[in-house]
């Protein structure tokens, strides 16, 4: 990404920053609203799933974000930038498929629905200028995937993904990936648990999937936006996440 004008001004800096900080708000928001409608806890989710089932879920991840990496990168050659709704639309059709068939079925739709999320997550690094065909932003997608999921509990760790990178190279991606599984894995069982529940099965399916989708494109925005903002701004990235996360910390209430 090159930027050939004269860096932004500080109150510029400052008003982009709050609506950023107000953005990690909103998608943290989104999972209370599924667990109002399904009835349950996040922490009590993943009891409902068979204890082998519970065991298989980190391998899983790992591949199924393996092979999302391939097919979302496979798929800018054939169908370019979507935009975001679109993304919540497909997501949503086919969680509530996967739920409506219960277990089996919802265990089906996993891949797909992450390979569709990724592919969502790249779509928002385009539109700040990024390229996602480059190893430093695939790296940069999968972290988006180390924040904490909207039924997670925000332990502050969903900020972890904000750090500055290592060297990139295709290694480290896939290195990132083994690292980001285990978190993906817990956030993904309890989608498939909401998807367990009687007669809600199709509904929670929907609602978990349009979720995901609404959490990690609002949190794709924030991590793409604060790299854009050090280069517009002229500004160190590590120096600026550092004044988001105090934001965050004690939100704007600015308009």
């Known amino acids: 990404m090159e930027l050939l004008d004269a860096p932004i001004t500080e109150e510029t800096t400052e008003a ?12 943290g928001n989104m999972g209370i609203q599924v667990l109002n409608l399904i009835g349950g806890q996040a922490e009590n989710l993943l009891d409902r799933l068979p204890k082998e089932m519970r065991a298989r879920l980190g391998d899983g991840a790992e591949q199924a974000l393996r092979l999302a990496m391939e097919a979302a990168q496979r798929s800018r050659g054939v169908v370019g930038e979507q935009p975001g709704w679109l993304s919540r ?4 059709a086919m969680g509530a498929a996967g739920g409506f068939g219960g277990l089996p079925s919802a265990m089906a739709e996993l891949p797909v629905t992450t390979t569709i999320l ?8 385009a539109e700040h200028g990024f390229d996602p065909n480059e190893e430093s932003v695939q790296f940069d997608c999968i972290q988006v995937f180390a924040a904490a999921g909207p039924l997670g509990d925000d332990d502050g760790s969903d900020l972890a993904f904000l ?7 295709g290694a480290a991606v896939q290195g990132l990936i083994a690292r980001v599984a285990p978190r993906l894995a817990t956030v993904l069982g309890q989608k498939l648990a909401a998807q367990t529940v009687p007669v809600l099965g199709a509904a929670a399916g929907a609602a978990t999937n349009y979720a995901y989708t609404s959490y990690y494109q609002e949190m794709a925005h924030v991590h793409f936006g604060l790299r854009r903002l050090a280069a517009e701004a002229d500004q160190d990235h590590a120096a600026l996440v550092e004044e988001f996360r105090k934001r965050v910390a004690v939100p704007v209430k600015r308009a």
């Open 16 to 27: 982009r920053l709050d609506a950023l900080v107000r953005r990690h708000a909103r998608a």
């Open 89 to 92: 639309a497909v997501t949503t």
């Open 118 to 125: 990724l592919r969502a997550i790249q779509d928002v690094a």
């Open 163 to 169: 750090g500055t990178r290592v060297t990139v190279t």
